[in-house]
């Protein structure tokens, strides 16, 4: 008998892994067949997530990272590495060399101005997805992780915004993923288009909701305001799963996806939070006037270091907004996607982390 080469056994690997991927899907037949994928933002808090679970699928991953990036969370996985910022044309075509699929998340979600986010999220997008049609036309899907941002806020606590809602962004940030998507759309049929726009996301080893956590565990539950506000939140491993689902399945191409779980009460989630520290926080009431000189204090800081910050101007901008919901029903119509997780789960499960990791 002839002996089974190296590349022979990874291949058989990845179609048992693909295979059972199928047979978890109940069977469906309309699944895209890839074997390099493209990660952009690989060594983030969500790309890391997604590349761990490509990972896992069997599929060979290519990790665009910066040279200076942080690798904490990758660097130990069996990838390949290319080098380039989303802005070099010639770093991004060899990067595109030979890959089935794109899954990019790369971008700025902190900048001192509109035209900063416009030249990461906005032209770098295009930039990528130019190259990757020029080096590779025969690219099967380009994956975009947007972001709720783009469709903006709810109008009512009853009002869940959907993919037919027409985009209104309050802020840099969404307003540069939505010239984005518009820019990737006129590319036309050359480019094999998915968008995904998530809630807010939480999970492990992300810092944006780690303020609550810290603040929770320091014994204290803030509430804006004393009007409730609400929120879609999605937890970092049902993402990944919806954005699995987005990139295999044939009937996502083309089409524009809401991410999210559950929309809950800042109320809500304080107590979520404290129940898996085992706190009992003090519950106080700040008035919505108090985000007036916050918002002149993240002016000055921001003049003063000519760095972001992460409670700026922008992020006070959309959280004087009660309500910002969303539906993931296309979601779940089109792709099957259901929540795995509940929301105390997701919560402790993330608070175990940061416990282990020594962030709380």
């Not at 035209?115 to 997008?125: K, Y």
Request: glycine share 8%; proline share 4%.
């Amino acid at each position: 008998m002839q002996p089974v080469d190296r590349r022979e056994r990874t291949i058989s690997r990845r179609s048992f892994r693909r295979g059972l991927w199928c047979f978890l899907l109940e069977g469906e037949g309309d699944l895209a067949e890839y074997d390099r994928i493209l990660v952009t933002g690989a060594n983030g808090f969500i790309g890391s997530h997604l590349v761990e679970a490509l990972l896992a699928r069997g599929y060979r991953v290519r990790c665009l990272v910066r040279r200076e990036s942080d690798l904490r969370f990758i660097k130990h996985l069996p990838v390949e590495w290319a080098y380039a910022d989303v802005r070099d044309a010639e770093g991004l075509r060899q990067a595109c060399l030979g890959v089935d699929a794109v899954c990019h998340g790369a971008g700025l979600t902190r900048a001192l101005s509109l035209e900063a986010f416009r030249r990461v999220n906005t032209q770098g997008t295009v930039a990528l997805a130019r190259a990757c049609l020029e080096v590779n036309p025969g690219l099967k899907r380009f994956l975009f992780i947007s972001s709720q941002a783009v469709v903006g806020p709810s109008r009512a606590a009853g009002d869940f915004v959907n993919e037919s809602r027409p985009p209104r962004p309050l802020d840099w940030y969404g307003r540069s993923k939505w010239e984005a998507e518009q820019e990737l759309h006129a590319l036309g049929e050359r480019l094999p288009l998915v968008v995904v726009r998530p809630s807010s996301v939480f999970g492990p080893r992300d810092r944006d909701f780690l303020a609550y956590f810290r603040l929770v565990a320091r014994g204290l539950s803030l509430q804006l305001g004393r009007t409730e506000r609400r929120i879609s939140l999605i937890y970092v491993g049902d993402l990944v799963t919806l954005l699995l689902l987005a990139l295999e399945r044939e009937v996502a191409l083309g089409r524009t996806y809401l991410a999210c779980a559950w929309d809950v009460s800042y109320t809500e989630l304080s107590a979520a939070i404290a129940q898996a520290l085992g706190k009992r926080p003090l519950h106080l009431t700040l008035p919505l006037g108090i985000l007036t000189p916050l918002t002149w204090a993240a002016r000055l800081q921001e003049r003063l270091t000519h760095k972001p910050v992460l409670l700026n101007e922008q992020r006070i901008r959309n959280m004087r907004q009660p309500y910002w919901l969303c539906s993931g029903e296309r979601a779940k119509r089109e792709l099957g996607f259901a929540p795995a997780y509940d929301l105390a789960t997701a919560v402790q499960e993330t608070a175990d982390w940061y416990r282990s990791n020594g962030w709380v």
